[in-house]
């Protein structure tokens, strides 16, 4: 079965980079596809990338959370 590399590792003796085309036995095939080493020859990757997840903006600089002067002490209000 015709694969395609999706991360680089080694398969049969060969160094492979992703992108690269390889034959493969169908049990090894199903394996790689099922570990998102490899995907079908046949099937065309996404027109479109993956979008990353909204991320919360920093708070505000201001005055802050209380930080710790040691684990042992409680927190102190700074001024």
Do not use: W
């Amino acid at each position: 079965m015709k694969l395609v590399a999706l991360k680089g590792m080694r398969y049969a003796g060969r160094a492979l980079v992703a992108g690269d085309e390889f034959e493969a036995s169908d049990k090894d095939a199903n394996l790689l596809r099922r570990i998102k080493k490899a995907r079908d020859a046949t099937t065309a990757p996404s027109a479109r990338p993956p979008t990353l997840p909204n991320i919360p903006e920093a708070a505000p600089a201001g005055r802050g959370v209380p930080r710790y002067a040691r684990r042992d002490m409680r927190a102190e209000d700074k001024d």
